[in-house]
Structure formats: structure tokens, C-alpha cells
């Protein structure tokens, strides 16, 4: 198992499930126009649900419990993503604005 540390924070293996998960969902789904994996998201793909990518199941509950506090954490924010009322959008982080 690699240790892999984002922001400060050591993921557990099931937290970066469910980072891969919403990188991978929102690079394919967000309709983002320059994200990719060696380019920044431009910010002007949609906001989608976190129900959209975690179903209304036990596990998805608790994927998106772990999809919180990965944004509580800041994991989400170093990896130019958004999470607002529900809803998750890949960011540049020039386009951050202090929400706390």
C-alpha cells in the first residue's frame, strides 16, 4: 500500500476510492472544456450532485460522508474541486473564493 498524502491529510485507502471516484466521474460527466490529467479545469462545467455519483445506498452514504469530510479536511480544495451545498464542480484555484 503507497502512502498517499494531499493537503496535510494520509488518505486511507477508502478515502481515495472516493476522490478517484469524483476526479473520474467529473473529468468524464462535468463537460469541464480543459480538464485532463496534466491540465487545470477551466471552471465552466457544472455543478453535479454528489447523489448523482454516489447512489442512495448504504454505501453511497457513506461515500458521500467521506466526500465531505475530504472537503473539510481541504483534500478536495488542493485538487481544484468544489463542493457546495451538495454539489461538487472542478475549479481552478484562481477562481477560490474563501467560503469558511
Given at each position: 500500500?503507497?502512502?498517499?498524502?494531499?493537503?496535510?491529510?494520509?488518505?486511507?485507502?477508502?478515502?481515495?476510492?472516493?476522490?478517484?471516484?469524483?476526479?473520474?466521474?467529473?473529468?468524464?460527466?462535468?463537460?469541464?472544456?480543459?480538464?485532463?490529467?496534466?491540465t487545470s479545469?477551466?471552471?465552466?462545467?457544472?455543478?453535479?450532485?454528489?447523489?448523482?455519483?454516489?447512489?442512495?445506498?448504504?454505501?453511497g452514504?457513506?461515500?458521500?460522508?467521506?466526500?465531505?469530510?475530504?472537503?473539510a479536511?481541504?483534500?478536495l480544495?488542493?485538487?481544484?474541486?468544489?463542493?457546495?451545498?451538495?454539489?461538487?464542480?472542478?475549479e481552478?484555484?484562481?477562481?477560490?473564493?474563501?467560503?469558511?
Amino acid at each position: 500500500m503507497t502512502n498517499i498524502t494531499i493537503a496535510g491529510h494520509s488518505m486511507t485507502n477508502r478515502e481515495t476510492e472516493v476522490l478517484d471516484a469524483i476526479v473520474n466521474y467529473l473529468r468524464k460527466n462535468s463537460g469541464d472544456s480543459s480538464t485532463g490529467e496534466n491540465t487545470s479545469p477551466s471552471g465552466d462545467g457544472r455543478f453535479i450532485p454528489l447523489t448523482e455519483i454516489f447512489q442512495r445506498t448504504n454505501i453511497g452514504t457513506s461515500s458521500r460522508r467521506i466526500a465531505y469530510r475530504l472537503d473539510a479536511l481541504g483534500v478536495l480544495r488542493a485538487c481544484e474541486i468544489s463542493l457546495i451545498r451538495g454539489t461538487v464542480r472542478l475549479e481552478p484555484s484562481s477562481l477560490w473564493k474563501d467560503r469558511r
